[in-house]
């Protein structure tokens, strides 16, 4: 930390500017000078004198170019910020100042936000800002916005460049004034989540305005306004991720609630009749949940300044507790409250879509014996697949493993493995191959090719659209069959009559005797939703198809969708970090985006089809 801003200061700053280099700066009692790349804009807090505001100052830490400071700093600001100003002004043509304060403790009459412009000069600008803060919106609170004149911010003692100077150096000088609501008035408390919510929504709100600033009057056109945001990541960052990271790695949670004993608890149940619900066993439990939920609030995420980043550790946080809670209620009845949170339940809407696909398709009829592909032909094939993408990105370090303690096929960890007992009809190889290696493992890989890891373990909830993505590339190779179509319906509701209080030995019975399902295939889908205590993730398939059908109707492209392991309204947020340089392009293309043949299969999508349409 430097003890004052002096001139020699001053030129360092401005000649690492002219470089092109970041600048990272203390500044005298705890002040920060931060620019992430030269930019033709900087915004500016003044700490009250005597009296710091530090929970408006971090409003400031969500942007690439910010200075913090104190009122009686004011005397040695001035030549930092017209040098920082002048430079950039003459990099790009016009620069641009926001200075962010918070109205007085009396607020009483005090708009939500009071912005401070030019009279006369940059309507448009002004009008932008006005627009854009208007259109924040907070529970219980009225959004009013009121703009003044920027006078106050020309005149001493609070001046940091004269009138005269901006406009020969085309620079422009703007306020924001915010009513402190996020405060306690009597005591000071800060409302924490308040104070996040307003944050992440100002900070929107002000890029957009520099946006339009920029594209109108500077040399400097950002693709996106969310371009604008921090392109270098702080070390803390980082150390979270790979904390969350680390803990999510300590177990295998699909693997933990799935049955050991599947082929002796089928034989048992068989043996009974079909009148006693079958006992399960279950993995021994690798970890101690409790030492691993201590682990994981003593992650400080609180120090992640950027908004986003931060939303996105919370929310993985979150998950991480519930998943947490699940494996110490496994078999017991508080399992499927948590899997209800975890996986949410089924809505009128999608039980009506899988009862219309069980009275579209009745049952199936054999007329033939079904061809079952051996098990090591199906390990092959899979591995020339694997092959295929490997082509594309070497890194990709994946297998398959065959194993007598699992049913079908489960992808963990980035590995496919098969049960030893798997009958998979070889009409059906090539789409299963596609949902797993082609959706699950390309998905892992190519968000372990982003230096964010959360984007290969998963942001919480991307089940939904995984499977809703694997389930459609089943379609595009034409290997969706109506049998496999009914089983994704039976599951969607079977699992609405567990979240009704229906037992095991009933949901087997209904999806025999009402839905015409044979007895091993009634089984399959009733141990799927039972185990562990009731799953609701198996109503995830049709409501990911579901939803994923409509995101691509509305012209929404399937590609960035593959960049990880996402739920589909993280796209705004990938699409974001893409645009600030954090996350990189995709590196594997799964073999449906480069086959021409599929193309038209993938234009009948962007025109609009329905979970109907795929029958």
Not at 258 to 274: C, D, G, I, M, S
Not at 300 to 328: N, Q
Not at 361 to 367: A, F, G, H, L, V
Not at 561 to 580: A, F, N, S
Request: proline share 6%; aromatic share 8%.
């Amino acid at each position: 930390m430097i003890e004052s801003i002096t001139d020699s200061f001053v030129k360092k700053v401005t000649r690492s500017l002219k470089r092109g280099k970041q600048v990272h700066r203390r500044l005298p009692d705890g002040g920060l000078l931060y620019i992430d790349r030269p930019l033709p804009f900087l915004l500016l807090f003044r700490h009250p004198a005597g009296q710091p505001d530090h929970a408006t100052a971090d409003f400031l830490k969500a942007y690439a170019a910010y200075i913090i400071s104190h009122e009686e700093r004011t005397e040695e600001l001035r030549p930092l910020v017209q040098g920082i100003a002048r430079t950039m002004a003459d990099t790009f043509g016009a620069f641009m100042i926001i200075e962010l304060m918070a109205a007085p403790a009396d607020t009483s009459g005090v708009p939500l936000f009071k912005v401070l412009g030019p009279e006369e000069q940059l309507p448009t600008t002004t009008q932008t800002i006005q627009r854009e803060l208007q259109s924040i919106k907070l529970p219980g609170i009225l959004t009013s916005v009121e703009i003044v004149s920027n006078a106050p911010l020309l005149q001493e003692p609070h001046c940091l460049m004269p009138e005269e100077d901006l406009k020969k150096s085309g620079i422009l000088m703007l306020g924001l004034q915010l009513k402190p609501i996020y405060k306690n008035a009597a005591t000071g408390k800060i409302y924490p989540l308040l104070l996040r919510t307003l944050r992440a929504r100002v900070a929107n709100a002000l890029k957009k305005t520099v946006f339009d600033f920029m594209s109108v009057q500077t040399t400097h056109h950002p693709v996106h306004f969310q371009a604008l945001g921090r392109q270098s990541v702080n070390r803390v960052v980082w150390r979270i991720d790979r904390q969350l990271t680390s803990i999510s790695d300590q177990f295998r949670f699909l693997l933990l609630v799935t049955p050991v004993n599947n082929n002796e608890a089928w034989a048992e149940f068989r043996k009974a009749k079909y009148k006693k619900p079958p006992t399960f066993h279950y993995r021994l439990m690798p970890i101690d949940a409790d030492q691993l939920k201590r682990k994981l609030y003593n992650i400080p995420i609180e120090k992640v300044d950027d908004p986003t980043l931060g939303f996105l550790f919370r929310d993985k946080r979150h998950e991480l507790d519930k998943m947490l809670t699940m494996l110490s209620d496994r078999n017991t009845p508080d399992f499927l409250y948590s899997s209800m949170q975890l996986y949410g339940t089924v809505d009128d809407q999608l039980l009506k879509v899988a009862e219309g696909i069980l009275a579209a398709i009745p049952e199936p009829t054999r007329s033939e014996e079904i061809d079952i592909i051996p098990v090591p032909e199906f390990v092959a094939q899979a591995e020339r697949e694997l092959a295929f993408l490997r082509e594309q990105y070497p890194a990709l370090d994946s297998g398959v493993d065959v194993r007598d303690d699992i049913v079908g096929l489960i992808v963990s960890k980035g590995r496919l493995n098969v049960g030893t007992d798997a009958k998979i009809p070889r009409h059906r190889a090539e789409a299963l191959i596609q949902h797993e290696v082609g959706t699950h493992i390309l998905t892992y890989f190519n968000g372990k090719a982003q230096p964010l890891q959360q984007l290969y373990v998963g942001s919480p909830g991307y089940e939904e659209l995984q499977e809703g993505l694997a389930v459609l590339s089943e379609w595009l190779v034409g290997g969706l069959d109506q049998d496999r179509m009914r089983i994704l319906a039976a599951r969607v509701v079977a699992v609405h009559h567990l979240t009704k209080g229906c037992s095991f030995t009933d949901n087997f019975c209904r999806l025999r005797d009402e839905y015409r399902f044979d007895d091993e295939t009634a089984w399959n889908v009733a141990m799927r939703v039972h185990r562990g205590g009731g799953l609701t993730k198996d109503a995830v398939y049709l409501r990911g198809l579901v939803h994923l059908l409509s995101y691509l109707k509305e012209g929404n492209e399937l590609e960035p969708l593959l960049i990880g392991k996402i739920r589909q309204d993280y796209i705004p947020i990938v699409q974001e970090l893409i645009y600030r340089n954090v996350l990189r392009p995709m590196p594997i293309k799964p073999r449906y985006l480069l086959d021409p043949l599929l193309k038209p299969k993938l234009e009948q999508l962007k025109a609009g089809i329905s979970v109907f349409n795929l029958l």
